[in-house]
C-alpha cells in the first residue's frame, strides 16, 4: 500500500534531488579527484554553477512523480511539485543573481 500523505511528498521532493546532485557530483567530478568538500567550495564561489546542479538535482524526480501519479497518491504529489517550484525559485534568483 502506497502511502499518500503531502508532508511524505515534502520529504521526498526534498531528499531526491539533493541525491541526485551527489550523483552528478560522482559522475562528473569524483572521477577528476575532487572532494565533496571541493565541490561544495566550489560551488559556494561559482555561483552561476548552482542552477545548472540544481537543475539536474531536480532531473531525479522525474521517476518518483512518475510513480505517484500512477498511484493516484495527488497529496504526494502536491508535496513534491511545491519543493520543485522551492528548488526553481532558487535556481532562477541564483541564474538572475539575485542570491
Known amino acids: 500500500m502506497v502511502k499518500n500523505n503531502f508532508f511524505l511528498g515534502v520529504l521526498l521532493g526534498f531528499v531526491v534531488p539533493l ?15 575532487i572532494s565533496f568538500g571541493d565541490f561544495v567550495s566550489m560551488l559556494q564561489s561559482n555561483h ?10 531536480l532531473v531525479a524526480d ?5 510513480y505517484y501519479k500512477n498511484r493516484h497518491c495527488i497529496k504526494t504529489l502536491r508535496g513534491i511539485f511545491l519543493t520543485i517550484l522551492i528548488y526553481a525559485l532558487i535556481a532562477i534568483s ?4 539575485l542570491i
Not at 541526485?20 to 560522482?26: K, T
Not at 552561476?48 to 538535482?57: A, C, D, H, Q, R
Open 94 to 97: 541564483y541564474k538572475l543573481s
Open 19 to 33: 541525491i541526485g546532485m551527489y550523483i552528478f557530483y560522482i559522475l562528473k567530478f569524483m572521477s577528476d579527484s
Open 48 to 57: 552561476y554553477m548552482i542552477p545548472k546542479v540544481v537543475s539536474l538535482g
Open 62 to 66: 522525474i521517476p518518483l512523480i512518475t
